[in-house]
Nanobody, 120 residues
Framework: QVQLVESGGGLVQAGGSLRLSCASSGSTSLIRAMGWYRQAPGKQRDLVAT???????DYAESVKGRFTISRDNTKNTVYLQMDNLKPEDTAVYYC?????WGYGPSYDYWGQGTQVTVSS
């Protein structure tokens, strides 16, 4: 079992910045990758950024050059630095952990979500 707790959401004007944090606990040694997803009202949940245990990073095209994902292994925490925010970035942001062991499949764990609202 892995528990994820997000923080750092809020209201910001367009062009501003926010940093989201996701603290993990429990069986953190089994985490293969962590990431951030977002879901706007009436839309599906979409990938924003991921970082694997090996450090490989991937971003959605819409956030490349503006968002930065990073992690602090000593704190079991993943961060999402969001700069130059746009109104279309408004959504609930969810932290995700892909957990597995050996050659078995990965299982997804989710945080409770944190609201990010960008005003124009």
């Amino acid at each position: 079992q892995v528990q994820l707790v997000e923080s750092g959401g809020g209201l910001v004007q367009a062009g501003g910045s926010l940093r989201l944090s996701c603290a993990s606990s429990g069986s953190t040694s089994l985490i293969r990758a962590m990431g951030w997803y977002r879901q706007a009202p009436g839309k599906q949940r979409d990938l924003v950024a991921t970082i694997t245990e090996g450090g490989a990073i991937d971003y959605a095209e819409s956030v490349k050059g503006r968002f930065t994902i990073s992690r602090d292994n000593t704190k079991n925490t993943v961060y999402l630095q969001m700069d130059n925010l746009k109104p279309e970035d408004t959504a609930v942001y969810y932290c995700n952990a892909a957990v597995g062991w050996g050659y078995g499949p990965s299982y997804d764990y989710w945080g409770q979500g944190t609201q990010v609202t960008v005003s124009s």
